[in-house]
């Protein structure tokens, strides 16, 4: 994507993703943050590295709602609807997720499902309407720049959990 396809704070996750094919991209990132997210020590999984912070299952439940949040978009805007998208609270999704009710390991299965969902999705879209755009969250953004968000998104959160959760 080049600048003017994304809202200013996406380019941080944009940046993150690899040159290459997206496809191929999703699907190697998708399975190894859930390889690695089963690789854990059951000990971490409710750790929050400092007061206030998600813990690593909250971090995946946010994981999980973002993406269906942002192929909801991806779908409208590639579909041409032209009816302005809000943004969402992010922090207010988590609280209100059940997350400490859940299993982790079927949040993991859900993770996989909603990134082959989304990766099929991506997949069915040609050029046109991968180029095609709508506001969201108060911005302009393509269909294109936000498959790269949707793989950025988790590469930035997948090094988090590395950087300060382990």
Sequence with gaps: PVEGE???YQINYINRVPDGNLLPILRVNG???????????????????????????EVLQHLID???????????FGRNDKIE???????????????????FGEMIDE????????ICMIKSFND?????????NNGRCTVNAIAYVIAGHE???????KERYL
């Design 6 to 8: 994304y809202l200013p």
């Design 31 to 57: 399975a190894a943050t859930a390889n690695f997210l089963l690789g854990l020590p059951a000990e971490k999984i409710d750790h929050r590295y400092a007061e206030g912070k998600w813990s690593i299952k």
């Design 66 to 76: 973002t993406e269906r949040i942002m192929c909801y978009r991806a779908l409208r």
């Design 85 to 103: 998208l809000p943004g969402f609270e992010e922090k207010d999704y988590v609280a209100n997720a059940n997350t400490a009710e859940r299993d």
């Design 111 to 118: 993770y996989v499902i909603v990134r082959n969902g989304s």
């Design 128 to 136: 046109e309407i991968l180029s095609r755009s709508g506001i969201a």
């Design 155 to 161: 590469l930035h959160h997948a090094a988090i959990i």
